[in-house]
């Protein structure tokens, strides 16, 4: 009989696959997982303690660097938890353009994850399809506001920037292409045996893993809780488009792979929406003071981003700088689940689990 | 095995698709005019109102005023102005609330130095940094 040692392996901080600098300390008996242990704060820069110290409108190039692949949902997650705290009324237009924004950013940040997630477990060239369509939404999000990433656009009480002449035309064509590109990833991926074989089962947890560990978003979803707050509790104007909330009961990486790509379908037809209901002319930004101070109290709100749940609690002192600022990150929250995934896996199955969970070290660390 | 021709057959399709790639830094990168890059400063049109300074969350402007040389003239110009490129996060928020649109984005964004010393721009940099300003700087 021949007898196998325990042996500790280090996976990151500089991984490739860790997405960022994630690091996770393996113990493993041959190919076998025993115990994993993440070690985070790598990227930490503590924006919630920084905040402190900042101006309300000083904190919104920070949140862009939270969740950076999708920073419009970040940048209004604190936009509208200071405006609910001011009970200020958004105009038509930027509300319209928020929602626009936001859903553009959704789309690009599932579509990181699709070409990432592939590219873990092997498969090269649907990151370069994913980049691709990826690059023209950069585009159209650099246009609107002036960065690729970064974008700082929302405002308490509206936006920065106006559409430009010929952006909202350029959104509503890009809606089919991006469809007919989506039937093509479909062709190209979802039907592939190989990657069938190996997604389905891998990283499964069940519903009440889900909810005990506060997984939000897709992580939830795919354990078939029907969850999402863009329509149980509906912010902005998400009550006025019609649109479904892709559930599946698998719970594994493969069910998590199709809710992505179906949410991908769903942000289309909210964009087709917003194009077409969007108002010809208004204004673009509340009655807001220059210097923004938030009444004396509390507020939380949270809102659906890309990875989940995120929120933002705000107290505030009656001053122009926020007495406490937190977020809840969906990225944090969701990781938690990783050891309890791993513990008993094949060490060949683990880049596969983190990369369906999706996360984004900038959240993950704060 | 039908799910992998199928696969095969979209990659084949992408061979004859325009390709997407710029030829940078060959060519310069074409770039909207909201692009934000290194700023210009313009020190003619300066009040020396603090209102950059003041707003910028990383802290990386600083500047001094002094009294105008005309006695007759009320107010302050602006003796010396920096930018630390080393912390600057490009967030537009000194042109936003600059009154009198002294300071402006550019599309310049190749902010590379070998030297750290030489990311620090001083106001006669900033004035000579003229090409590709933004044309239309507030909404």
């Known amino acids: 009989m021949l007898r196998t040692e325990e042996m500790l392996l280090n996976v990151g901080p500089q991984h490739p696959s860790t997405h960022g600098v994630f690091r996770l300390v393996i113990k493993i008996d041959g190919e076998i997982i025993k115990e994993a242990k993440p070690v985070i704060g790598y990227l930490h820069r503590g924006t919630e303690k920084l905040a402190e110290n900042l101006q309300y409108t000083q904190i919104i190039p920070y949140t862009d660097r939270l969740d950076y692949l999708s920073a419009m949902t970040n940048n209004y997650v604190l936009c509208h938890a200071v405006e609910t705290m001011?009970?200020?009324?958004?105009?038509?237009?930027?509300?319209?353009?928020?929602?626009?924004?936001?859903?553009?950013?959704?789309?690009?940040?599932?579509?990181?994850?699709?070409?990432?997630?592939?590219?873990?477990?092997?498969?090269?060239?649907?990151?370069?399809?994913?980049?691709?369509?990826?690059?023209?939404?950069?585009?159209?999000?650099?246009?609107?506001?002036?960065?690729?990433?970064?974008?700082?656009?929302?405002?308490?009480?509206?936006?920065?920037?106006?559409?430009?002449?010929?952006?909202?035309?350029?959104?509503?064509?890009?809606?089919?292409?991006?469809?007919?590109?989506?039937?093509?990833?479909?062709?190209?991926?979802?039907?592939?045996?190989?990657?069938?074989?190996?997604?389905?089962?891998?990283?499964?947890?069940?519903?009440?893993?889900?909810?005990?560990?506060?997984?939000?978003?897709?992580?939830?979803?795919?354990?078939?809780?029907?969850?999402?707050?863009?329509?149980?509790?509906?912010?902005?104007?998400?009550?006025?488009?019609?649109?479904?909330?892709?559930?599946?009961?698998?719970?594994?990486?493969?069910?998590?792979?199709q809710l992505r790509l179906a949410e991908i379908e769903e942000s289309l037809k909210i964009i087709e929406q917003a194009v077409e209901q969007f108002p010809a002319e208004g204004e673009i930004l509340a009655k807001v003071p220059k210097i923004i101070k938030a009444p004396k109290g509390e507020a939380f709100v949270r809102i659906e981003s890309p990875r989940g749940e995120i929120g933002c609690y705000i107290a505030s002192d009656g001053k122009k700088e926020p007495y406490r600022l937190k977020f809840r990150r969906p990225s944090f929250y969701n990781l938690q689940i990783l050891p309890k995934l791993l513990k008993g896996e094949n060490i060949a199955n683990l880049i596969a689990i983190l990369g369906a969970i999706d996360i984004v070290l900038g959240e993950v660390d704060g | 095995m039908l799910g992998l021709a199928k696969g095969l057959k979209y990659t084949l399709k992408q061979l004859t698709r325009e390709k997407v790639t710029y030829d940078y830094p060959n060519k310069p990168l074409p770039l909207p005019d909201r692009f934000r890059g290194i700023q210009k400063f313009y020190p003619e049109k300066c009040i020396v109102c603090n209102q950059c300074m003041n707003i910028c969350p990383t802290e990386c402007i600083d500047l001094v005023g002094k009294k105008h040389p005309d006695p007759t003239k009320k107010g302050k110009i602006i003796d010396t102005y920096d930018i630390n490129f080393e912390i600057c996060i490009l967030c537009d928020l000194c042109t936003e609330v600059c009154p009198t649109e002294a300071i402006i984005m550019t599309n310049n964004f190749e902010l590379a130095e070998y030297s750290r010393d030489r990311l620090f721009k001083n106001l006669e940099w900033l004035d000579e940094n003229d090409e590709n300003v933004r044309s239309v700087n507030k909404p």
């Open chain 1, 86 to 257: 001011m009970g200020t009324q958004i105009p038509e237009r930027a509300e319209y353009l928020r929602v626009l924004a936001m859903e553009l950013g959704r789309v690009a940040s599932h579509l990181v994850w699709w070409g990432t997630f592939l590219l873990d477990i092997g498969a090269v060239s649907p990151f370069l399809y994913a980049f691709r369509e990826r690059e023209m939404i950069i585009n159209m999000l650099n246009e609107l506001s002036g960065a690729r990433l970064t974008f700082n656009y929302m405002r308490v009480g509206g936006v920065k920037w106006d559409a430009p002449e010929g952006w909202i035309e350029k959104v509503r064509d890009f809606v089919p292409y991006m469809r007919e590109q989506l039937e093509g990833y479909h062709y190209l991926v979802s039907g592939n045996e190989i990657f069938i074989n190996r997604v389905k089962g891998v990283g499964r947890y069940t519903k009440e893993d889900a909810l005990n560990y506060s997984l939000s978003g897709v992580n939830l979803r795919s354990t078939g809780v029907k969850w999402d707050l863009r329509k149980d509790e509906p912010y902005s104007i998400y009550n006025r488009f019609n649109f479904d909330v892709p559930v599946h009961d698998g719970g594994d990486a493969w069910a998590r792979y």
